[in-house]
């Protein structure tokens, strides 16, 4: 049984709970937002998924449950359960255990390119991670300092921090790599006139998105199976 936590409607699992379902794993996925509570610990969970949303990682006046979910991130974290924060989460994860998380320079939105940092060569997750790799990113927060301890793998140009590991069995990633173009389309849709203030060609982007879905299919479905098949080992 995998906890899930999801912070808003319209960003659930994605792609992360198709491979889920596929794998015969059972999702337990809860939604706080709408007054759905979150266990007092991961006793009955063997791994821990925190998905994104709008909230920002200090936001407690927006999402109240977020200190709860950090308890729950520290504790996966010292018992080595194994956990896949994701953007918002992969934030949560940071500042859960010491890093620090701010607004951006500028926000980042659409299909981006990602680049490995050596330590990606040997980890559980992104080794042999490809020279092509790409992601849809949709974040107006970054990780600005990660925690102590935490082993950079993936990063671009503008954000270093997109992707690391803290102790052996907890990722972050600043990504979204459980969104497709389904997703994407609904999200633009709901966040047109932030997407407008950017001066982003959103018919462009869904395109680009669109025409890359098998490749992103293959990518992070395979990382994804890499995650799960930890999930099912003993720590």
């Known amino acids: 049984m995998i906890l899930g936590i999801q912070h808003e409607h319209g960003t659930g699992p994605g792609l992360i709970g198709e491979r889920i379902e596929e794998a015969g794993l059972k999702l337990d996925l809860r939604h706080p937002y709408q007054g759905e509570p979150l266990p007092a610990d991961l006793s009955g969970h063997s791994g821990l998924i925190v998905l994104g949303g ?3 990682a ?3 006046a927006l999402a109240p449950w977020l200190p709860a979910v950090e308890e729950l ?3 996966a974290v010292r018992d080595e359960v194994p956990v896949l924060g994701v953007c918002l989460g992969g934030q949560l994860l940071a500042t859960a255990c010491g890093g620090t998380v701010t607004v951006a320079p500028a926000a980042q939105v659409g ?35 990660l925690p102590p301890g935490a082993v950079p793998l993936l990063r671009d140009g503008a954000f270093p921090h997109q992707a690391f590991r803290l102790g052996r069995r907890a990722w972050g990633v600043q990504f979204h790599p459980e969104v497709l173009l389904g997703s994407a389309s609904e999200w633009a849709s709901g966040d047109s006139p932030q997407l407008a203030a950017l001066g982003l060609d959103v018919p ?32």
Not at 136 to 144: A, F, G, L, N, P
Not at 207 to 221: V, Y
């Open 111 to 145: 299909l981006h390119p990602l680049g490995p940092y050596p330590a990606a060569s040997d980890d559980e997750l992104f080794a042999g991670f490809p020279d092509d790799g790409r992601a849809v990113q949709w974040h107006w927060d970054e990780i600005t300092t």
């Open 54 to 56: 709008t909230p920002g």
């Open 204 to 235: 462009a982007m869904l395109g680009r998105i669109a025409e890359a879905e098998p490749s992103l299919r293959a990518l992070w479905g395979g990382i994804t199976d890499r995650w799960l098949a930890l999930v099912r080992e003993p720590a």
């Open 73 to 75: 991130l520290r504790e």
């Open 58 to 60: 200090g936001d407690v």
